[in-house]
């Protein structure tokens, strides 16, 4: 039997893997904005789970769709595509339907803009940093441009000059559900105690369309702001009338197992935990009628709500905030839905709630007499923890 020389050996291996490697390399990049075509400036995005492009090539029976996400700023670019005639559509963004194109030529370098209008534009927005009360004010107005009411206002911070809904260390949100009118001036205030003092955060204003399938919340330009509280002035004790201070689990029922929590209450000494698996996480029944001293036009209803992973949320599911004068659910109630328009994210969220925007259950809830809160998910899928704190009316 002769021995192959190695050399040769070598040599064929060589020439095999000259062909298996001799594939055409991508040779085209795709890259543009998404323009708002009356103010010819981009419209800005959601970085995280936001609006996208999906393209297929033509030329093949059953082609993959690709994706290709926008940019925060609204821009978009793709350096590793293959020349060709691509089918181009924009989807699931915060902007008016644009007609898909069904034959565009990508070659070399390919610059395309996207023609529409955002949903909601956000004007006139004003950014300041309150030193002495710790708190960042944002104003601003709201143009409907489709037509249909804003769900919710929001306002976030974060380091990353990306901040959006899903990238952020703060939120503060506020239930709208009305067609506003284009003068109308919004404020929303966001407390610097959760910020790291003497660091810079970046701050942006969203709002989001109602009644759109998988709409994302438009967005002003993000403001880039300096905190410092070492000039922060105590604030005088809070104002309204304790609900339930959370001190205790007397009178309050779970289907979760329930505990007091000391690690990092948001008032006093303690928050309630429901930590688990199940439906109900707060319900409280009490003996003698509560008097909010408010009223529906003007009152608020706000707590402290820590979420640990809000991934294991259905959020499609069933889930409400509830305050009655019955002593039970679903009569002389008002509710307010547990869904995405709470702006809800990990870790602790300060929840505001409009009493005039509380679904109406049965008669109207005697804010005079209220006997029974109850807050609940049907769409919880595996162990989480919740912590409720300072609940209370404003």
């Not at 534009?121 to 409907?144: H, P, Q, S, Y």
């Amino acid at each position: 039997m002769k021995t192959i020389p190695f050399f040769i050996i070598m040599l064929a291996l060589l020439v095999v893997s000259c062909k298996l490697d001799n594939y055409e390399s991508p040779n085209a990049t795709f890259y543009g904005s998404i323009i708002d075509i009356d103010t010819n400036t981009p419209i800005q995005q959601e970085l995280i789970q936001g609006s996208m492009i999906e393209y297929t090539e033509k030329g093949y029976k059953n082609p993959d769709i690709q994706q290709l996400r926008f940019k925060s700023d609204g821009t978009f670019r793709n350096n590793l595509m293959f020349s060709g005639y691509y089918k181009v559509a924009a989807v699931r963004g915060n902007f008016l339907s644009i007609p898909p194109v069904d034959s565009m030529l990508i070659s070399g370098d390919t610059e395309y803009k996207f023609l529409t209008r955002p949903f909601i534009r956000i004007n006139d927005v004003k950014m300041t940093f309150d030193g002495k009360k710790g708190k960042v004010i944002a104003t601003f107005k709201l143009e409907r441009v489709s037509g249909n009411a804003v769900k919710t206002v929001i306002l976030l911070a974060d380091k990353n000059p990306n901040v959006s809904f899903g990238i952020r260390t703060v939120a503060v949100q506020q239930a709208v559900n009305e067609a506003v009118g284009s003068e109308r001036v919004f404020r929303l205030e966001m407390s610097t105690s959760k910020l790291t003092s003497k660091e810079s955060y970046y701050f942006r204003v969203g709002a989001l369309i109602a009644d759109v399938g998988e709409a994302k919340y438009n967005y002003s330009t993000a403001i880039r702001l300096d905190i410092d509280n070492s000039n922060v002035v105590a604030p005088e004790p809070d104002k309204g009338v304790l609900f339930d201070d959370c001190e205790s689990l007397a009178g309050v029922d779970s289907s979760f197992p329930l505990s007091l929590d000391a690690s990092d209450p948001q008032r006093g000494n303690y928050s309630i935990k429901a930590e688990g698996t199940g439906v109900v996480f707060y319900q409280r029944v009490l003996k003698t009628p509560f008097d909010t001293k408010i009223n529906k036009e003007n009152g608020h209803l706000s707590f402290s709500l820590f979420i640990s992973d809000l991934s294991k949320f259905n959020m499609a599911a069933n889930g409400q905030i509830e305050i009655t004068s019955s002593g039970g659910p679903d009569q002389q109630e008002l509710a307010w839905s547990f869904d995405n328009s709470l702006g809800l994210g990990n870790g602790w969220n300060d929840v505001v709630l409009n009493l005039k925007d509380g679904i109406k259950a049965g008669s109207d809830a005697n804010l005079s007499a209220i006997t029974f809160m109850r807050i609940y998910h049907t769409g919880v899928t595996g162990s989480v923890v919740f912590k409720i704190d300072n609940i209370r009316f404003y």
